[in-house]
């Protein structure tokens, strides 16, 4: 399903689109198999003041054709099978919002895609329209898993590749509280989202951020104006997770900064901080303010008699200083 209507700006232009599809929904285009199910979506629309009828439009704004027939009600976690109007088999789930906190959701699995979608309160009888906005979004593709939330302020999305690689990206809206045409950060996002579940484990974080600068249409004002934009790749190993690739900016400004080359990582922070991890087993911490390291060998005996830490270092450090001009 396109993401074209993942924010809806103009309100007219939903109240239109909503107001049509309430007029011409009827009860019969809700069919349920049991008394049971109908009770669910009885109480989940009348707990934000809607009426039994309109579910037939929130489904629909969320890309469902009607009339549908539900079956298969699982009370455990309120879902259900639909058949739609075009014969297609879903799964809708169905969460009560709590009127302070949290809004009610409906979400809706196709395959090998999964919808949430946040719906709004009956807040004037006669006047409001049923509107829904997508905020997250969860694809199982290959043996990888992406999941994205969506927000009008921020936009974060995980990449699990499998068992040991994950990635991470954190990207807040420039300019978050000022109003403006669109949302930058959520441009684009099909084309991202592609991109991310095309990569595998031999990923490189500069070329995923450049990559994401590019598809996001941001310049280096726009940059300037992210209170934060995070992209970092970690390995799980042992249930212990290792930064292996880092970038972490904060209005436009470098933070941290880490690589993975040939087995070795090596890890920057615009205090003077660093860290190196090899996969051989040799560690490095360095403390700018107390001038202090950490050097640690994990590995055979012969691993251990035979290193040479006045070499490793000296090559280390040079390897650091020329990372150190990213945050500095």
């Known amino acids: 399903m396109s993401l074209r209507n993942l924010f809806v700006r103009n309100e007219k232009v939903a109240d239109a689109v909503a107001l049509e599809a309430k007029t011409r929904h009827s009860k019969n285009d809700i069919a349920c198999d049991t008394a049971e199910l109908r009770e669910l979506i009885t109480k989940w629309t009348q707990n934000e003041g809607w009426e039994f009828e309109n579910f037939a439009d929130f489904i629909e704004l969320i890309g469902v054709k009607t009339p549908v027939k539900l079956s298969e009600y ?112 959520l ?76 087995g070795e990582t090596f890890h920057v922070f615009k205090d003077g901080d660093w860290k190196y991890l090899s996969d051989s087993g040799i560690r490095i911490v360095y403390i700018e303010k107390m001038k202090h390291y950490v050097f640690s060998i994990t590995g055979s005996e012969e691993c251990i008699t035979t290193a040479n830490p006045s070499e490793i270092m000296k090559r280390v450090k040079e390897g650091i200083s020329e990372l150190l001009k990213f945050v500095r």
């Open 74 to 185: 699982n009370e455990k976690n309120a879902s259900f099978k639909c058949i739609t109007a075009l014969g297609t088999e879903i799964s809708i789930s169905l969460l009560f919002g709590d009127w302070i906190d949290f809004c009610s959701q409906i979400s809706v699995t196709d395959g090998e895609e999964t919808r949430h979608y946040i719906t709004n309160t009956n807040s004037e009888k006669g006047k409001s329209v049923p509107q829904v906005t997508l905020q997250s979004r969860n694809i199982k593709r290959g043996g990888k898993e992406l999941n994205s939330y969506y927000c009008e302020y921020f936009c974060h999305r995980t990449l699990k590749l499998d068992d040991t690689y994950t990635l991470k990206v954190e990207i807040d809206e420039p300019n978050m509280y000022e109003k403006k045409s669109g949302i930058f950060v």
């Open 187 to 262: 441009r684009n996002c099909e084309d991202i989202e592609e991109y991310l579940l095309g990569l595998d484990n031999s990923l490189v974080v500069a070329k995923v951020y450049e990559k994401m600068m590019e598809l996001l249409n941001f310049s280096n004002e726009d940059i300037s104006k992210c209170g934060k934009i995070l992209i970092s790749y970690i390995e799980t190993v042992n249930e212990e997770e290792r930064v292996r690739g880092k970038i972490f900016l904060t209005n436009g400004r470098m933070q941290e900064y880490a690589i993975l080359k040939n």
